[in-house]
């Protein structure tokens, strides 16, 4: 029997949305991949109704798209889309930074510097891992340091999706050093209590960030363009 069928329906959906969510978000379905309720269903070990359910709150959330001609299947983002995240981080992510320059604890600080130490030199090779690692990091203790439950729930949400743009944006060596030289000036600024400079730093990061997706599709090198293109030509 599956893991999944030992909750009731309830924590069943919820389950089954953040097994479908993640699977999405690690590329293990891709864009364009088509989701039968049947498939998932036994892959899952659960019955329809609550693949339907979960399915439907991912529609809602811009992940699927559900037409009555190609069924069920995993959406790509529109370059206005990729911008509309990038904007609504900014704002949101900019806020949450200058708040933690203030509140952050020192112990906190001290261990953020020695993880950058650690991860910095397979960095500097491009290793994309530790990169991506370093800055759920920060992320993760700005979060918390901030304090602000509504907004750090919105910002966690978000990042769901940034962590699948840039999968599918596949991030090169140079973006992931040129990242780390951004998270760099955001833990400098924090170290220094520096609320309206850790506020740049993060509004330039998370710009940056998008402006590097947001070349690939304008140049017809990302996955999503390539998808859109595949969709117009068959």
Not at 3 to 10: R, S
Not at 113 to 139: K, P, Y
Request: some cysteine.
């Amino acid at each position: 029997m599956s893991a999944l069928m030992q909750f009731d329906d309830a924590n069943s959906t919820s389950m089954v949305y953040r097994e479908i969510k993640q699977r999405i978000v690690n590329l293990r379905y891709g864009i364009g991949e088509r989701l039968s309720e049947a498939r998932l269903a036994e892959e899952l070990g659960v019955g329809r109704s609550p693949i339907r359910t979960a399915l439907w709150r991912l529609k809602l959330e811009g992940w699927i798209a559900i037409s009555p001609q190609s069924g069920t299947y995993i959406k790509a983002m529109t370059l206005r889309e990729i911008r509309e995240v990038a904007d609504l981080r900014i704002m949101l992510e900019m806020r949450v930074a200058a708040d933690a320059a203030s509140r952050m604890s020192d112990e906190m600080l001290a261990t953020l510097r020695s993880d950058f130490e650690l991860h910095g030199s397979r960095i500097a090779t491009g290793d994309a891992d530790a990169f991506v690692t370093i800055d759920n990091q920060l992320h993760s203790a700005i979060y918390d340091a901030a304090d602000n439950k509504l907004i750090c729930q919105i910002l966690l949400d978000l990042r769901d999706k940034v962590q699948w743009i840039r999968r599918v944006c596949s991030v090169s060596m140079e973006r992931v050093q040129d990242g780390f030289a951004e998270l760099e000036r955001v833990l400098s600024a924090l170290e220094r209590r520096d609320e309206a400079g850790a506020a740049q730093a993060m509004h330039d990061h998370v710009k940056s960030a998008a402006a590097f997706c947001a070349h690939l599709e304008e140049t017809g090198s990302g996955l999503f363009a390539a998808h859109r293109r595949q969709v117009n030509t068959a």
